[in-house]
């Protein structure tokens, strides 16, 4: 009988996975599944854009809501301390009733401003920041789950060891049915097997990106993460039109496919945007920086068959392999909102203004408080607008100054009327320099006395002093030497000087000083203006001024806008703005209803100061050893009311020599020199002879009464008079001087 042998495993047998181990390879694919599904939802990939979009603008309502409720209970809170001083007025108690009638009105503009700002679509800036709102909001629901379970399990094992594990089953039950969700198998989206429709351009007024439809009917922008990467490519796949992309994948290829036949090195194509006026996303170069996108330009514009200067990159800071890429069809700027009304005294210098919009719909917002500005831009590049829009927002200030110089042009124009001084002469503009060149050193030694601290603090008492000065190129070189003074000195003293010219090399400033000015824009120029205003790579950057067009008699192509740098609480980008134009009739309007608000006049602090302030040597007269002038002095510093006087100002209230012992002291004065055939006199031997001259009037006058009385007159106290005899620096009166008060 044949032995029964036992049957032996085949190999195939022998190698298949035991039951544990096949439960823990089931468990690792689990785990890929739950970590890419958990991974792909934390990263915000799956959100839709269009979702997305209407999200950033539902926050944007709402902050704008709660923008509207907070200041209209700062009017409230107004108008009651308003109506509380106006009981305390009647009942005969001292109160501030002016000042707080002054701020109820500004929080009435204040709000009626608010009211009147459109809420507009959201930019990319802040579609993104909502997208980034929401992952971490994901992360924070991640992470709180995970804490708030430990309590939970706690509980459960507490309730377990006491013969009541109801709560742990249930918490089994929980978590099972949670990891079957997140392990199923998982399939991120993939823009893989994209054919690009190569279509007709329907014809019509619409820019091409209008006609076509895009994915859904949507056009509000919204972001996609990463779209395409150049190894998605098709092989056989050739360049095409801008117009033949419908979508954001589409639009993606049509970036890498332009990019590799021009041999630019741009790798992924990222966070597309359809816009109104054309197509945004973010490129990533492997090698180099993306200034190689800027030397191609105006290669990628054939390519994608764009007008000149259609392609516009802007190179990421944060991220230097990185590009803001927009491909521009129509008009960027287009649906940028109009500047919103500022009344009279509803600012204050050191408030944020806008004046423009950049390219991706944020606004541009600047306080020109101790900021001093350059403002480069071609003739026909926009300087005139560009300065109407700053001085529409310092002229609505209630603590501050407006000065306009402009030796060949009209200068701030339509704003004439807000403006206190207007320069327009050699020696009206070297006077004016002059005389806040002054002002600025007196402020320094009075900062301290007056509890300021390090900086000057403007107020309506003390205010604040911004001089435009246009066609700077055009001043003397008087003018151009007082202006670098005051650009070196003013700052801190809120005496601010805002020079605008047709271009930013020596050759137009006589000083390399363009890169040293805090605040500086250019507009249409040429490449060496660029490099020189906003440095010398400045165009390896993204900085594109000497791209834009300035405008023609019967077009504006692109004046008005700039490229920035400095603008305060703002990071250097690289990036177009557009000065929002108002309309002259606006502007004059305006300026009408400042002037009948009140202009301000400098404080009398200040001009006080002003007195023992030695002025610069070079704007001294020279004298020779026997006390004869042998070059007159190129500029005399003015008294205030002599500035407004040499510039058609409107003096300051009250201040008019009218007839009175004030100004019969003066016309005597002038008489006795001229009598005795000088053109200055000590104090006191002018004292003596104006005795001789009237002895009734001056007999019983002393030296402090007859100083007393020139100070009412305007003239000031006594000033240096220069070598008389074997004095060097006598103090007195000069003639001239004294006729100009009459």
Excluded at 10 to 26: H, I, L, V, Y
Excluded at 39 to 59: F, M, N
Excluded at 93 to 113: C, S, T
Excluded at 598 to 610: E, F, K, R, T, V
Aim: proline residues 7%.
């Amino acid at each position: 009988m044949a032995t029964e042998t036992e049957p032996q495993p085949t190999e195939q047998q022998a190698d298949e996975p035991s039951r544990g181990q096949r439960a823990k390879q089931a468990f690792a694919v689990q785990r890929e599944h739950a970590g890419a599904r958990t991974k792909h939802w934390l990263s915000g990939s799956d959100l839709d854009p269009v979702d997305l979009a209407q999200y950033a603008a539902e926050r944007k309502n709402n902050k704008h809501t709660e923008k509207l409720a907070q200041q209209q209970r700062v009017v409230a809170e107004a108008h009651g301390r308003f109506e509380h001083a106006k009981l305390q007025a009647e009942a005969g108690q001292a109160n501030a009733l002016p000042h707080l009638a002054g701020r109820v009105a500004a929080e009435e503009a204040k709000l009626a401003a608010l009211q009147a700002t459109p809420v507009m679509p959201p930019t990319d800036r802040e579609i993104s920041a909502a997208r980034n709102h929401k992952k971490a909001g994901r992360a924070a629901i991640v992470a709180g789950g995970g804490l708030a379970s430990l309590p939970a399990l706690g509980s459960a094992l507490e309730m377990t060891a006491h013969g009541q594990p109801l709560l742990l089953a249930a918490l089994g039950t929980a978590a099972g049915y949670g990891w079957y969700l997140i392990s199923r198998p998982f399939t991120a989206r993939t823009t893989q097997g994209v054919e690009v429709p190569f279509v007709t351009t329907p014809t019509g007024s619409l820019p091409a990106t209008f006609q076509a439809d895009p994915a859904g009917g949507a056009v509000m922008p919204g972001s996609l993460g990463v779209v395409m990467s150049v190894e998605q490519l098709p092989e056989d796949a050739k360049p095409f039109p801008l117009r033949n992309a419908r979508t954001p994948d589409q639009l993606a290829q049509c970036v890498l496919l332009a990019a590799r036949a021009e041999n630019v090195p741009i790798v992924e194509v990222a966070d597309v945007i359809r816009q109104p006026w054309g197509w945004q996303c973010v490129v990533r170069v492997n090698e180099g920086t993306p200034e190689a996108i800027i030397a191609k330009a105006g290669d990628l514009e054939t390519r994608f068959d764009l007008p000149t200067n259609g392609v516009k990159p802007q190179p990421i800071k944060a991220r230097r392999a990185c590009a803001i890429l927009r491909l521009v069809e129509g008009n960027p700027f287009a649906t940028a909102p109009s500047l919103p009304y500022r009344a009279p005294k509803s600012l204050s210098i050191t408030d944020r203004f806008r004046i423009g919009t950049s390219v991706g719909g944020d606004p541009l917002e600047l306080s020109l408080a101790g900021v001093m500005g350059l403002w480069v831009a071609a003739s026909g590049g926009g300087k005139t607008g560009i300065l109407q829009a700053l001085a529409e927002g310092v002229t609505a200030c209630r603590d501050n100054i407006t000065i306009d110089c402009d030796p060949h042009g009209d200068g701030l124009e339509d704003l004439g009327d807000a403006v206190r001084i207007t320069a327009r002469s050699n020696e009206q503009i070297e006077a004016v320099l002059l005389f806040f060149l002054v002002m600025s050193k007196a402020r320094a030694r009075l900062r301290q006395k007056l509890g300021m601290g390090k900086k000057w603090k403007a107020s309506a008492t003390h205010p604040a002093v911004t001089i435009f000065f246009d066609e700077f190129p055009k001043g003397t070189d008087l003018a151009k030497k007082l202006a670098f003074e005051l650009l070196l000195v003013g700052r801190k003293e809120l005496i601010m000087l805002e020079i605008a010219s047709q271009g930013g090399t020596k050759l137009y400033l006589g000083e390399n000083i363009a890169q040293m000015i805090a605040l500086k824009a250019v507009g249409p120029c040429k490449v060496g203006d660029t490099r020189a205003v906003l440095g010398d790579d400045a165009v390896k950057e993204g900085y594109l001024p000497h791209k834009l067009s300035p405008a023609t008699a019967t077009d504006p192509k692109d004046a008005g806008h700039i490229f920035v740098q400095g603008v305060p609480g703002m990071v250097d980008e690289p990036i177009e703005y557009a000065i929002h134009e108002t309309p002259s009739a606006t502007l004059r309007q305006l300026a009408a209803e400042r002037l009948e608000a009140g202009l301000l006049d400098p404080d009398q602090d200040s001009l006080d100061a002003m007195k023992g302030v030695d002025l610069p040597e070079y704007v001294e007269p020279v004298w020779d050893a026997e006390g004869n002038v042998k070059k007159p002095a190129p500029v005399r510093l003015l008294t205030w009311e002599q500035l407004l006087r040499l510039c058609g100002a409107e003096p300051p209230a009250g201040s008019e020599l009218t007839d009175g012992p004030a100004r019969a002291a003066v016309e005597d004065a002038v008489a006795v020199m001229e009598k005795a055939g000088v053109d200055r006199m000590k104090t006191e031997p002018l004292l003596i002879a104006l005795q001789d001259f009237d002895p009734e009037i001056y007999d019983g006058m002393d030296a402090d009464g007859f100083k007393a009385l020139m100070k009412q007159a305007g003239a000031g106290s006594p000033i240096t008079l220069g070598p008389i005899g074997e004095e060097k620096n006598p103090r007195g009166f000069k003639r001239d001087r004294l006729r100009e008060l009459l």
